[in-house]
């Protein structure tokens, strides 16, 4: 596998379940990020890691919960999710965030909270 | 606080018309990071162009061109001679070097038609 890859491409989940997104980079970067893009809103970055160290972090709900046990993998934990958190999940990597290399997106879980 | 702005929400052209999207950015940072991504129907964000603020050249590559003018404000894209496949959504962004935060614009919806 080559670049950015996330798994499951489609989730849907009841507002009492706990699922967890996953997100593996394949490019040797140092810098990983969660965003998400609801429908008619601009892309809100959620968490930033680089070398596995949370950077950023803007004022997300805990009920968001990101986890990077190494620099090729980051996890995004849910539970008691709201209706309002549908939305397209996006992942994206860089080589680190000093340089602000491009950074390389995933295709995205799209998840659905019913 | 950080700003962008792509006033153009939507834009439809006939092929082989030019088309520009405009972009307009706020930041109080004297160092950042101007990116263009296209997100075409399958979701997946692709990176075209960067742009640092202390570089104003313009850059053209193939039927693409970007037009940075910092006393505006402004990372304008043209493309040239349009295609059906240019149809996507185009996102300007800001990416801030201190603090890793990268500001996304609402995206312009563009469609080519045949």
């Known amino acids: 596998e080559t670049g950015v890859t996330q798994t499951p491409r489609h989730l849907v989940m009841g507002m009492t379940n706990k699922k967890s997104l996953k997100c593996e980079q394949h490019?040797?970067?140092?810098?990983m990020y969660w965003y998400k893009q609801s429908a008619k809103k601009p892309l809100e970055l959620m968490f930033v890691?680089?070398?596995?160290?949370?950077?950023e972090n803007n004022s997300v709900p805990s009920r968001f919960s990101p986890e990077c046990p190494n620099s090729s993998h980051l996890f995004l934990h849910l539970h008691t999710l709201q209706p309002e958190d549908s939305a397209l999940y996006l992942c994206?990597?860089?080589?680190?965030?000093?340089?602000?290399?491009?950074?390389?997106f995933g295709p995205g879980t799209r998840l659905t909270v019913t | 606080a950080q700003k962008v702005t792509q006033a153009q929400t939507e834009i439809s052209v006939v092929e082989k018309e030019d088309v520009t999207l405009d972009c307009v950015y706020e930041?109080?940072?004297?160092?950042?990071?101007l990116f263009w991504y296209k997100q075409p129907p399958s979701g997946e964000l692709v990176f075209l162009i960067r742009?640092?603020?202390?570089?104003?050249q313009n850059e053209i590559s193939g039927r693409y061109s970007w037009n940075f003018q910092k006393s505006t404000s402004s990372f304008n894209f043209t493309i040239t001679a349009s295609q059906v496949v240019d149809s996507a959504v185009y996102f300007c962004?800001?990416?801030?070097?201190?603090?890793?935060?990268?500001?996304f614009g609402d995206g312009t919806t563009l469609t080519v038609k045949p």
């Open positions: 994206a990597s860089s080589q680190d965030i000093i340089l602000a290399g491009e950074q390389y």
């Open positions: 490019l040797g970067h140092n810098a």
């Open positions: 890691y680089s070398l596995e160290e949370r950077v």
């Open positions: 930041t109080r940072d004297t160092t950042y990071y």
């Open positions: 742009r640092n603020s202390f570089d104003e």
């Open positions: 962004a800001l990416f801030n070097t201190n603090a890793g935060k990268s500001t």
